[in-house]
């Protein structure tokens, strides 16, 4: 059994995670008087058994994701001198929802897939409360170089990384709640962009402090733009002479929201947003800090049922009309958040371009008065609304619906491809 040591050094690091921490909040001066001397905590961390913590909440992630994409966090909460409440949790790498939000809803499947005696959120409350009952992370034996422990009944998940953040957030001192509520936040532009790009950000906030921040963006056919650019297909560097790609220059401005955890702390150089405050960033980040304000004055929001990433569909041929329909689909936090109905004819032409220059013709014989590329605006719009692609009924075998407002055209085909497409699975 390997007894954990080294509790100096785990105070050292823990005052570094500290002064990060303090440069992060809002109240910068508040945060500063509520952290413990360094000769004083490391006094507090070896007798605390008999002399008590500190009152207030303490707060430790860690520095870098792991390779399965989560950063673990440990939130502990004392009050009366003793560790009265302790969440592990963690944060995606893609941000959106915690990771036992996302457990509990059955999505990690550590059972399923991976013969565990008990889900993750499961195991980590059993640790949670092991730490409340002994009042101290270093009370903890390992049985292996990995962290495991015979300690915890019912845990066979490693634990060494949940105390030792426990350590290292004890030892920094309070450093009380963010100004944010806890929860995924998610925003995307209304329209794909000139680039043929629509930007979105999601983004998590556990103990009110921004935790996680995802800039990227999707375009007409589903791909994601930060996964598009890193197999090497965006080139901006190539292209456009950048000092670096863009989902390395995107990385640096969410690392500087996350250090900075203020939409205001940032300048920019020009009206088209750029900045001299991130270094290595080139691109313009004004976007990116719209979206996030956007996305936190929504409030969170809550998990669906779909798998996160890009769909598409296509039709097999061309139709009678010379046009094959296609759709793309984009989902976030389980939700369907951008669908793209559009279709291609043998010259190459864009349906919805096609019709909004004025080319197609529908409006002259619409009742609604309305172009094909507007009706397909709003038969994508209730698809996002009811997040069912089977909430549809039809009043004809031609596929027409009393049920969208704004739509005299056929929809049958177009929800047979969105079926289709969710079917097929994520694009690869």
Known sequence: ???????????????????????????????????????????????????????????????????????????ITVSGGKITDVDWNGVNIAAGVDKKTYDQAGKYNMVKFGKAQAEWYQQAQKAEAYLVANQDPTSISYTDSEGHTDDIAGVSVHVNSFFDLAAKALASGPVGRGQYADGAYFAIDE???????????????????????????????????????????????KFGKAQAEWYQQAQKAEEFLIAKQDLNAITYSDDQGHTDDIAGVSIHVNSFYALVEKALAAGPVSLGSFADGGYYASEDAFGSSGWKGFVSLFVKNGN?????????????????????????????????????????????????????????????ESGHTDDIAGASIHVMDFYSLVEKALASGLKK
């Open 1 to 75: 059994m390997m007894k954990k040591k080294n509790t100096a050094i785990i105070v050292l690091l823990g005052i570094l995670s500290a002064l990060f921490f303090i440069g992060c909040s809002k109240e910068e001066t508040k945060t500063e008087e509520a952290v413990v001397p360094a000769s004083q905590v490391v006094e507090s961390k070896v007798t605390s058994s008999t002399a008590g913590y500190e009152d207030g909440i303490y707060f430790a992630m860690d520095e870098a994701f792991a390779s399965s994409g989560w950063k673990e966090t440990v939130t």
């Open 191 to 237: 329209s794909f962009g000139s680039s043929g790009w629509k930007e979105y950000v999601s983004v998590t906030v556990l103990n009110g402090r921004i935790a996680s921040v995802s800039w990227s963006g999707v375009n007409k056919t589903g791909d994601d733009k930060k996964v598009f650019d890193m197999a090497g297909n965006y080139n901006m560097v």
């Open 336 to 396: 369907l958040v951008s669908v793209n109905w559009s279709g291609v004819n043998e010259a190459g032409d864009d349906k919805k371009q096609f019709a909004a220059d004025g080319k197609y013709g529908m409006v002259k014989a619409s009742a609604l008065g309305k172009e094909w590329h507007e009706q397909a605006s709003a038969v994508e719009t209730y698809l996002l609304s009811t997040q069912d692609p089977k909430k549809i009924s039809y009043k004809d």
